[in-house]
């Protein structure tokens, strides 16, 4: 089963306008990270953010901003005003404590903003 | 800054041929990480390594099989190429064993073709 899920395969907006990236995730451990990767076209998975399970706060970080939610397991991701710059495919990753250092990744979201 | 460097951007070899893909890291992490990804796919996890000589196998592993003679440097060896290997493949690396839920850092990747 996918212990990661990202529904929104492709998405497109106009720039300028908020986007948001949905993450559903599925696990046992009450202990494990989240985290958000952006792949832009040359390929480079960059990270972006981490959230660890006993912190539900939500974290803004300029025009981004992450949703944790535990009672829907989900880590949703937010970009306000976006810009052409902001295209590419984003990345949810799951790590447990039981498996340690090993990811599990969602499908990616491919984000086209459309000057 | 975290360095991860892939010895090829693109690849094209021939089916049967013996593959080598490279990776090397510049922060002395002892975890590093081959995945491949495809289109609609994400990325799926081929090995993993803790330290030097050591190798786990992770989700797709058949096919493939790894090296990790120096702390720095994890190695991808496609032992007789096929059609369905083609991808792209990345290399990743994070922080020191016992610590867990660390960011892995990636290369930028490597574009697989088998003729």
């Known amino acids: 089963a996918q212990k990661v899920t990202q529904a929104q395969t492709e998405i497109s907006v106009v720039e300028k306008e908020d986007v948001t990236l949905d993450c559903v995730y599925e696990t046992r451990d009450t202990t494990y990270y989240l985290f958000w990767y952006k792949q832009p076209p040359s390929g480079e998975l960059v990270f972006l953010i981490r959230r660890n399970s006993f912190d539900e706060q939500n974290e803004i970080s300029g025009r981004y901003s992450w949703n944790f939610q535990k009672s829907t397991s989900s880590f949703n991701f937010t970009i306000t005003a976006s810009q052409v710059v902001d295209s590419a495919v984003y990345f949810c990753?799951?790590?447990?404590?039981?498996?340690?250092?090993?990811?599990?990744f969602g499908t990616g979201t491919s984000l086209t903003v459309i000057p | 800054d975290v360095k991860v460097t892939q010895s090829s951007r693109y690849l094209v070899k021939r089916t049967g041929e013996k593959v080598f893909l490279e990776c090397v890291q510049d922060?002395?992490?002892?975890?590093m990480f081959w995945y491949r990804q495809d289109p609609g796919l994400g990325l799926r996890l081929i090995y993993f390594s803790y330290d030097v000589k050591m190798k786990e196998k992770g989700d797709i592993p058949e096919g493939y099989s790894v090296s990790r003679e120096k702390k720095e440097r994890f190695s991808l060896i496609l032992e007789s190429a096929s059609t369905n290997q083609t991808s792209m493949y990345l290399c990743?690396?994070?922080?020191?064993?016992?610590?867990?839920?660390?960011?892995?850092?990636f290369g930028d990747g490597t574009r697989l073709s088998i003729l």
């Open positions: 990743a690396s994070s922080h020191p064993q016992g610590s867990w839920g660390q960011p892995q850092h």
């Open positions: 990753a799951l790590s447990e404590a039981e498996t340690g250092n090993q990811f599990y």
């Open positions: 922060m002395d992490h002892e975890n």
